[in-house]
Every structure is written in structure tokens, then in C-alpha cells.
């Protein structure tokens, strides 16, 4: 008995915890009729994305490993508007596996997210350590839709990222929509939502996108139905040519931008995380 509970003890949560089912039990929660467009897929992947993206490789905070964006002040920065929806959804799941650090949760729901909506194999490695909110970031360190193709680079080189990575990162936003009440922006950026494709690309190059007229902030739509939007950042990957040869190539070879997406993605995953030695990688199976 001793034995036992002393072995327990000295196990680090994140040995005890059953990723693949947790996998599985994520997967169970990106349907609903009544949200959205049908998913929870779209702002999960938001919300792996900005639990990430505050990292600043120079002096080594932020990014997913503490956690932090479920802390105020950070959970409340402009940015996060409207994440508190995917955090609120995924908390029954920390109570199911109370070993699993929220790092780990919502940077796995972001994997789930991409695979279940028929993205690419993700690889994924737990062992975040949570921390508290005295260990917030800053704020402003995510980038700013208003914004172009200058403030794009220092956003995503400080993270460490170049402008291949950057390009295909940003096709993430073939999934989802924006909502006025979270960003201030509208709608959707094409017709599939909810499925994960290589269309941000074919959209932004194939449309052409007009100022839309309302009161809201500056943002585009396609001048033909006036159904899709493009934000200021995203029209960047069109006109800055070094973004905008990449722009072409993922929208021609679907293959190419998957895998180049898949590692990206993995990257910013891990972005200023100090993973265990024995921390698996794991490759997980999309469900049926
Ligand atoms: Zn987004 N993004 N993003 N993005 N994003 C929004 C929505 C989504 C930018 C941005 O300002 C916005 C990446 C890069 C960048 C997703 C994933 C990823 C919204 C709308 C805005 C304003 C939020 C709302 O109103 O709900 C900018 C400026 C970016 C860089 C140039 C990267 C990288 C992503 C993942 C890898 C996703 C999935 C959504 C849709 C969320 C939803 O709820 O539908």
C-alpha cells in the first residue's frame, strides 16, 4: 500500500492521463447544430492558436505552456474575445481527466480540430506545466487584423517564424468565421467552414475584394455574392509578393499546403515549451 501510493505521488500527472481518449472525447464535442456553423472545431483551433502565439523567442514567455490565456488579465485581451465559448465547452473534459494540464487540453483541441474536419495528421506532445495568472503575457502580442504585411512579419518573426510558415499558417482561416460580437469583423471566408481545406487561398486569389460598406471596421468582401470577407491582415497574403508566391502554391497543390500547415502548426504548438525527455509524440487516428 505504501508502495503504491508513494509511486503515485512521485508520477507526473501528465504520465497519467489517456490522450487518445482524450482525443476521442474532444472529437464528441465539435458537433452541435445549434452553434455556429455546426462546430466548435473552428474556434478550438482559435483558441490553440492564441494560447500559442504569444510567444516571444527572444526573451523565451508566453506561448501555450502555462496556459495563461485562461487567466485574467489575458483571457479579457481584445484578442480573446469570444474564446471563452471553446474554454467553457472544453472544461467538462478537465474534470473527466483532472491529470491533463490546460495546456495541453487546448493545444490537443486544436490538433483535434484540424484533423476532424479533414485536415492533416498533427503531431502533438503533452507535458505543459500550468501556470498562475501573475505569469499572464503582456498584451498585444497577437497580430492585428486592421493591420498588413509589416506587422505580420514582426508578429510571426518573433515567434520564430518565417514567411513560408506564416503563409501557411494563415490558411487556417478556411475554417470559421468572424463574429461582431468577439473581433468587431463579419462572416465567413468561403462557403465550407467547417471543413478544412486549402479555399483561404483559392478565394483570396480567385475573387475580387471590394471595401465592404457598413459601419463596422474596415474589412473586405468578394465583389461577386458579398459573402465572403477577407480581413486587411488577410488581404496582405495577396499583395505582398513573397507571401503571395506561397499563397499560389498552396492554392494550386492542396497537398503541399497540408504538410507544410501540419508543420507549422506543430511548431507553434510547442513554441517556448519545455517538454519532459520522455514526453511520447503522438500521431492520432481521426475518428469515423
Ligand atoms: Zn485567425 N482570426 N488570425 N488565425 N482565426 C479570426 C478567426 C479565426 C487573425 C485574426 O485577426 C482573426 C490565424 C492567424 C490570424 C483562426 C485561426 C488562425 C478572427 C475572427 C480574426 C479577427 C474572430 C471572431 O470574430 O470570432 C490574424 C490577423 C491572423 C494573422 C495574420 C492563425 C495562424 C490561425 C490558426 C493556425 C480560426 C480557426 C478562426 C475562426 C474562429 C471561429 O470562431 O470561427
Not at 68 to 82: F, L, V
Amino acid at each position: 500500500y505504501m508502495y503504491s501510493k508513494q509511486q503515485d505521488s512521485t508520477t507526473p500527472s501528465w504520465k497519467k492521463v489517456d490522450y487518445a481518449g482524450v482525443y476521442k472525447d474532444i472529437a464528441a464535442l465539435l458537433e452541435d447544430e445549434n452553434y455556429d456553423d455546426g462546430s466548435y472545431g473552428p474556434v478550438f483551433l482559435r483558441l490553440a492558436w492564441h494560447a500559442s502565439g504569444t510567444y516571444d523567442c527572444k526573451s523565451h514567455t508566453g506561448g501555450s505552456s502555462g496556459c495563461t490565456i485562461r487567466h485574467a488579465p489575458e483571457s479579457e485581451h481584445d484578442a480573446n474575445a469570444g474564446l471563452e465559448v471553446a474554454r467553457r465547452r472544453l472544461e467538462p473534459l478537465k474534470k473527466k481527466h483532472p491529470n491533463i494540464s490546460y495546456g495541453d487540453l487546448y493545444t490537443l483541441a486544436g490538433v483535434v480540430a484540424v484533423q476532424e474536419l479533414g485536415g492533416p495528421t498533427v503531431k502533438w506532445r503533452p507535458g505543459r506545466v500550468d501556470k498562475q495568472a501573475v505569469e499572464c503575457t503582456p498584451d498585444g502580442r497577437l497580430p492585428d487584423a486592421a493591420q498588413g504585411a509589416d506587422h505580420v512579419r514582426d508578429i510571426f518573426y518573433r515567434m520564430g517564424f518565417g514567411d513560408q510558415e506564416i503563409a501557411a499558417l494563415v490558411g487556417a482561416h478556411a475554417l470559421g468565421r468572424c463574429h461582431t460580437d468577439r473581433s468587431g469583423y463579419d462572416g465567413p471566408w468561403n462557403a465550407s467552414p467547417t471543413a478544412f481545406t486549402n479555399f483561404f487561398y483559392t478565394e483570396l486569389l480567385d475573387n475580387t475584394w471590394v471595401p465592404k460598406k457598413w459601419t463596422g471596421p474596415m474589412q473586405f468582401v468578394d465583389k461577386q455574392s458579398g459573402a465572403f470577407m477577407m480581413l486587411p491582415a488577410d488581404m496582405a497574403f495577396k499583395t505582398d509578393p513573397r507571401f503571395r508566391a506561397y499563397v499560389e502554391r498552396y492554392a494550386r497543390d492542396q497537398d503541399a499546403f497540408f504538410a507544410d500547415f501540419a508543420n507549422a502548426f506543430a511548431k507553434l504548438l510547442e513554441l517556448g515549451v519545455s517538454f519532459p525527455e520522455d514526453a511520447p509524440l503522438y500521431r492520432f487516428k481521426t475518428l469515423d
